[in-house]
């Protein structure tokens, strides 16, 4: 290749001379023998270029091209991928508040749950208490009243001893007042108050 461009270059400056023309004297006049030699080198250098040359250029510039459509494709298909993983994501975080959500009101509901639970065992607990204090104030009140009338057996067992100055035996006198006490009501007494 370098030896067929110097061989050309080498005819075209040894063949100048000899069929050179004299120097126009106006730039404007048309030399031809320049004109041939320059249409001749021109058409070696463009046989040359387009078979050396240009092949390898074109075929680095297609290449880049497609190097340029190939990132252009795998840029789209990433930004596509992008915004799919995008919405998929903000889609599983819409889910996951609205299971956030629904945890928070099913927590609220298992508190009042627990609350009224909590507040019925309380009302319940109270009621057993008042029952078993009323029953304790039944159980106390029912011993006063029998501690009260042994104590009036007792004092109307000495009282009737010493008003009759007769001495009947104790378990006799204790039996008669009980009898008599028993015989009466408490709306007895309350009805003679």
Avoid: C
């Avoid at 240009?54 to 596509?80: H, N, W």
């Avoid at 993983?85 to 609205?98: I, M």
């Amino acid at each position: 290749m370098r030896n067929l461009l110097r061989s050309l270059v080498l005819l075209a400056a040894s063949a100048t001379p000899a069929l050179a023309e004299p120097a126009p004297k106006n730039l404007l006049d048309p030399n031809y023998g320049l004109m041939v030699w320059t249409l001749v080198i021109f058409v070696a250098l463009l046989i040359v270029l387009t078979k050396f040359a240009f092949g390898p250029i074109t075929k680095s510039v297609e290449a880049r091209e497609q190097a340029l459509e190939d990132a252009i494709g795998a840029a789209k298909r990433d930004r596509e991928d992008s915004a799919r993983v995008l919405a998929e994501h903000r889609a599983a975080l819409d889910a996951s508040r609205d299971e956030a959500q629904k945890i928070i009101a099913e927590a609220r509901v298992a508190g009042d749950r627990v609350r009224a639970d909590l507040v019925e065992q309380a009302h319940a607990e109270q009621a057993n208490m008042l029952a078993r204090a009323r029953q304790e104030i039944e159980t106390e009140k029912t011993r006063a009243i029998a501690e009260l009338r042994r104590e009036a057996v007792d004092l109307a067992i000495l009282g009737a001893g010493k008003v009759i100055e007769k001495n009947l035996d104790d378990a006799g006198n204790r039996q008669l007042v009980e009898s008599f006490l028993s015989s009466v009501t408490a709306s007895a007494v309350s009805a003679s108050r």
